[in-house]
């Protein structure tokens, strides 16, 4: 069988409905936007993420020969439909808010103006791809901001929704502000720093603790970080003292330790002052296990002596709210806005465009959803990025998304800084769009 | 740059810790294994899944070429490291539970004996594969066992997290008794069950409710399921009667409607009616929408007229649980057991053997984790499937594992079957496996 391509990820239906579009000569421009219904419960804002894999997606769509012999065994689709396929490129474009900026419920982040059928087909891909590193970028803001300074690593890869998962979740927490990540394909693939300490089997697979510790500073001298809870944390502690003026004389230094079960507030409390007694200053304190922005910010609170926090599970599956109510809606066909009316599922027509206001302060004052031609002081959020399926400009880099992103942070109010939920943000509908919407519903 | 590949996905201390143990010629057989520590707040249960996965991957472990440059620049690594790794594949047993084997917290479902470099490297990602899918299996069953016999589809590739977990959730919910997916690759991959409907779009994109009806049914005539609540539930039905005689002059049949929002038990009823007076009494009605395990009960004990059922989000990212506690734990290396005892985190030591136990009514009855070479009565729930690298005997296909799966959900007793927790099953440690605890306390 000749290989499958990315292009079949997607909902059979997208592919039955491009066969009725493509039947009945309707390929005109399609307008949908993606946008998120509705808040989680404990959350306040939402950080745009996953526009590059978009992107890059959108760049190199096609059916592969693999792809088209299949349908065509399934009988569903008829040859012209096939040839259609067969030659599908993506040539539409694209406006979207960039990787980092903060939006809020009902605001398009991303707008795909293409002929109605590649617009169709496109749709699960782009879902999947938008709803999950905005929700992981999401959630591990609240990480950046509870651990207030401190940095953060993902620790997350093993209990991820498979291979895509962790090697997305390691880039959305990156640019979400994560120091980085202890996954080595993300490393590699994105530029994004590695970390890396021990694990529990390898202090057991010795007979002697101290030995352990001895091999693994040996055989990563340039990091060496010893996991000191596999058997007593503060026995451990004192063997790595005892340990330190070996090692230092092969000119290796202890960089750090890493807590990973029991109260870490304590254990760090105590692992802290042994340290410091046995001339161990400079060696920082790891803490892991279960973490996430709740313990990171009672830890921070507590005042314990941690230096850097790995938070894992909690973050790469948004444990809290592992999906959003994301959507995917068609706006407009062929110059003709439209909308949605299923109960409590009614959207806004038309191709639209927000706009984002500072008080004096500097920080967000307020936002406007308006019909795309209008303008609007303040700032527009969603800008073109991708004419005729080809990228309008080169992309920022992962450093430039997150220093970016650390921007639009820092642009935040108090109250929406806070984990629990705030007083919601100020969205408003322009009259323009409302006098559209009223529009779509007389002609419907 | 030569192309990345799957080994690389994994937590860079997996890398570390091999050049330590390499470095150190500790490459005697180590045994790892798998097993959840506890069950999620509502659940009764487990189901095992993802083991041809895990197989897969390590019968085709290997660092590519352009793993070894990358690591080679990261400057952590010493050739002799970088040799090895060039050379490595996966040469070690694996005794596993079947596929869709039901299994409870401790008991361990997949066992690792190979060199200790080997069975080290590769546990992010074994872990990874075996608690997605295990996940997703465990949550499917609930939703298998509240549709009482109706049918299930998985709608949910939109919103999981990344592609391959919307492949693997297609194929995990199948086996644990989903009808199908609307996920074309996972169909075309695992030559699972496809289907499709129609979207809101489509609808929207046309001027007329009832042409959109038609042209859909036209090109997708041979399973014509109609998106009925667009606008106004009631009104499409009639509009979907009044098109039915002309469809079916073409030959075509109206085989269901989909209901997507609103009340769907009241939608349910009154298109029922609808369907009935205008003579589509074999017209079969698919409701979805944000649909979980619960919904599904509600709607099924209320005797709603749905015939099928597509549940989503909520499944494939198996939202009130996102994750298992799970873990991959040295329990022996070169001959001598071992075990963590990090507060909260104890495991027990040594390669074991869960044997089941059936009640008089064929039910479970009780099961028992023991040494891997005592015999108890009962049945032995992990078998051998790999021998030094190579699958011990053809896998099961897809099927197979789902018959399988369905003869496991019905030993389950009532009580566990409920939504809700119920008492926790019996499952208990042997005296053997108690007694090597101890031993292995007295020698650490």
Same mark, same amino acid.
């Given at each position: 069988?000749?290989?499958?391509? *990315?292009?079949?990820?997607?909902?059979?239906?997208?592919?039955?409905?491009?066969?009725?579009?493509?039947?009945?000569? &309707?390929?005109?421009?399609?307008?949908?936007?993606?946008?998120?219904?509705?808040?989680?419960?404990?959350?306040?804002?939402?950080?745009?993420?996953?526009?590059?894999?978009?992107?890059?997606?959108?760049?190199?769509?096609?059916?592969?020969?693999?792809?088209?012999?299949?349908?065509?065994?399934?009988?569903?689709?008829?040859?012209? @439909?096939?040839?259609?396929?067969?030659?599908?490129?993506?040539?539409?474009?694209?406006?979207? &808010?960039?990787?980092?900026?903060? /939006?809020?419920?009902?605001?398009?982040?991303?707008?795909?103006?293409? =002929?109605?059928?590649?617009?169709?087909?496109? *749709?699960?891909?782009?879902?999947?791809?938008?709803? /999950?590193? @905005?929700?992981?970028?999401?959630?591990?803001?609240?990480?950046?901001?509870?651990?207030?300074?401190? =940095?953060?690593?993902?620790?997350?890869?093993?209990?991820?929704?498979?291979?895509?998962?962790?090697?997305?979740?390691?880039?959305?927490?990156?640019?979400?502000?994560? +120091?980085? @990540?202890?996954?080595?394909?993300?490393?590699?693939?994105?530029?994004? =720093? @590695?970390?890396?300490?021990?694990?529990?089997?390898?202090?057991? +697979?010795?007979?002697?603790?101290?030995?352990?510790?001895?091999?693994?500073?040996?055989?990563?001298?340039?990091?060496?970080?010893?996991?000191?809870?596999?058997? %007593?944390?503060?026995?451990?502690?004192?063997?790595?003292?005892?340990?330190?003026?070996?090692?230092?004389?092969?000119?290796?230094?202890?960089?750090?330790?890493?807590?990973?079960?029991? %109260?870490?507030?304590?254990?760090?409390?105590?692992?802290?002052?042994?340290?410091?007694?046995?001339?161990?200053?400079?060696?920082?304190?790891?803490?892991?296990?279960?973490?996430?922005?709740?313990?990171?910010?009672?830890?921070?609170?507590?005042?314990?002596?941690? %230096?850097?926090?790995?938070?894992?599970?909690?973050?790469?599956?948004?444990?809290?709210?592992?999906?959003?109510?994301?959507?995917?809606?068609?706006?407009?066909?062929?110059?003709?806005?439209?909308?949605?009316?299923?109960?409590?599922?009614?959207?806004?027509?038309?191709?639209?465009?927000?706009?984002?206001?500072?008080?004096?302060?500097?920080?967000?004052?307020?936002?406007?959803?308006?019909?795309?031609?209008?303008?609007?002081?303040?700032?527009?959020?969603?800008?073109?990025?991708?004419?005729?399926?080809?990228?309008?400009?080169?992309?920022?880099?992962?450093?430039?998304?997150?220093?970016?992103?650390?921007?639009?942070?820092?642009?935040? =109010?108090?109250?929406?800084?806070?984990?629990?939920?705030?007083?919601?943000?100020?969205?408003?509908?322009? *009259?323009?769009?409302?006098?559209?919407?009223?529009?779509? %519903?007389?002609?419907?």
């Amino acid at each position: 069988m000749n290989a499958l391509s *990315e292009a079949l990820l997607t909902d059979l239906y997208e592919l039955t409905m491009a066969q009725a579009y493509l039947a009945r000569d &309707m390929t005109g421009d399609a307008v949908f936007e993606f946008f998120v219904r509705k808040l989680p419960a404990r959350r306040n804002f939402f950080m745009a993420a996953g526009l590059d894999q978009v992107l890059s997606y959108l760049e190199t769509f096609h059916f592969s020969e693999g792809d088209i012999d299949w349908l065509a065994n399934t009988g569903t689709f008829t040859p012209a @439909t096939l040839n259609a396929f067969r030659a599908m490129r993506f040539t539409g474009d694209v406006h979207a &808010m960039p990787e980092g900026t903060l /939006f809020f419920p009902h605001e398009p982040i991303l707008r795909i103006t293409a =002929p109605l059928p590649q617009a169709q087909v496109v *749709e699960t891909r782009v879902m999947n791809l938008l709803n /999950f590193q @905005t929700m992981v970028a999401s959630k591990a803001c609240r990480s950046v901001l509870a651990a207030d300074g401190k =940095p953060l690593i993902d620790f997350g890869l093993r209990r991820s929704h498979g291979g895509e998962a962790g090697l997305l979740a390691a880039r959305a927490s990156y640019l979400a502000g994560f +120091a980085g @990540t202890s996954n080595v394909l993300a490393g590699a693939r994105f530029a994004i =720093p @590695t970390y890396g300490t021990m694990a529990h089997s390898f202090v057991q +697979a010795h007979l002697d603790e101290t030995e352990a510790f001895l091999h693994i500073a040996q055989a990563h001298p340039r990091n060496v970080v010893l996991l000191i809870d596999t058997y %007593d944390t503060e026995a451990a502690a004192e063997k790595v003292v005892a340990l330190a003026p070996r090692l230092k004389s092969q000119g290796i230094a202890v960089h750090g330790v890493r807590l990973d079960s029991g %109260d870490l507030a304590d254990h760090a409390r105590k692992v802290r002052q042994i340290l410091d007694r046995g001339g161990l200053a400079e060696t920082t304190i790891l803490a892991s296990g279960n973490l996430d922005e709740d313990r990171v910010e009672a830890l921070v609170g507590s005042e314990a002596p941690i %230096d850097r926090f790995a938070v894992g599970t909690a973050m790469t599956t948004s444990a809290d709210a592992p999906y959003l109510d994301c959507a995917y809606k068609l706006q407009d066909y062929a110059g003709r806005p439209c909308r949605k009316r299923s109960e409590g599922k009614a959207t806004w027509p038309g191709s639209k465009q927000v706009y984002r206001r500072l008080g004096p302060d500097g920080r967000l004052g307020g936002d406007t959803i308006t019909v795309a031609n209008e303008t609007l002081p303040g700032r527009p959020l969603l800008r073109q990025v991708m004419q005729r399926g080809h990228r309008s400009a080169s992309s920022p880099s992962i450093q430039e998304i997150r220093d970016y992103a650390q921007a639009a942070l820092a642009e935040l =109010p108090d109250a929406l800084r806070r984990l629990d939920r705030a007083a919601p943000y100020d969205v408003r509908i322009a *009259e323009a769009l409302e006098q559209l919407a009223q529009q779509v %519903d007389r002609n419907t």
